[in-house]
């Protein structure tokens, strides 16, 4: 078992309906992915592009979830209202993993932008279906839900922490601990909507010292997709 954390998934970032205005990354970014035991570690919740842009606060109403579970269970991040970095951990042995479900909310985009997103994320579907309805001309109102994780580690690699499901509307679930693996290995997610795997969702995979070399992969019947770890570093998958 390989145990020397080069290759560190950063963030596991999802959307459920996610507008072109808001057509954004949101991750959860601790300032440490590999800390010492009982390390105090600053976690912060981002948007933007590339590894780039705002931190948001700690606001209880904005979020439906925001936990960590390790070996020993699942307890929620406790924090002050408006707190920027938005809460403080103290690190346990083995592995963390951090999650965060927002409540829904609500935009209205013009059609270009918004049809220019869909084909930009892979959800073409959508775009079809207003074609179908005569709506593909027309504003597009849209829920979304932002769902993430990150995933943390603390001495060796002897957890099954990385696979927990967290019960989000959509989720990526790695089949093996991204800590365990080198420079070059691949790497499997499967993909969840509702608790069941989803077929021929598009998966983007970018490292943060190349964002703009982006893998692009699409689920299969069994919900899952492969990732090649191509070189060390922190890791966006969305």
Not at 51 to 58: A, S
């Amino acid at each position: 078992m390989k145990n020397n954390h080069k290759n560190q998934i950063a963030a596991l970032t999802l959307y459920f309906i996610l507008a072109p205005a808001l057509a954004h990354d949101f991750w959860i970014e601790p300032d440490v992915f590999t800390p010492a035991g009982e390390q105090v570690i600053s976690v912060s919740l981002r948007e933007g592009v590339g590894f780039k842009g705002n931190t948001l606060p700690y606001i209880k109403t904005w979020f439906e979830d925001f936990s960590i579970t390790d070996s020993s269970g699942r307890d929620n991040v406790k924090s002050i209202q408006g707190n920027d970095p938005a809460a403080e951990i103290v690190a346990s042995s083995g592995a963390q993993l951090l999650g965060y479900q927002s409540q829904p909310s609500f935009v209205a985009l013009e059609a270009t932008k918004f049809n220019k997103y869909l084909e930009d994320e892979g959800i073409e579907f959508i775009r079809t279906e207003r074609e179908r309805r005569g709506e593909s001309q027309s504003p597009a109102p849209e829920y979304f839900v932002r769902c993430a994780k990150a995933l943390l580690q603390t001495g060796p690699v002897n957890d099954d922490v990385y696979k927990s499901k967290l019960g989000y509307t959509l989720e990526l679930i790695p089949q093996s601990n991204p800590y365990a693996h080198n420079e070059n290995d691949e790497l499997v997610f499967q993909l969840i909507y509702e608790d069941a795997p989803i077929k021929d969702r598009l998966v983007q995979a970018f490292n943060k010292s190349a964002p703009d070399v982006i893998q692009k992969v699409r689920t299969d019947s069994n919900g899952m997709a492969t990732v090649k770890i191509d070189r060390a570093g922190i890791w966006l998958v969305k």
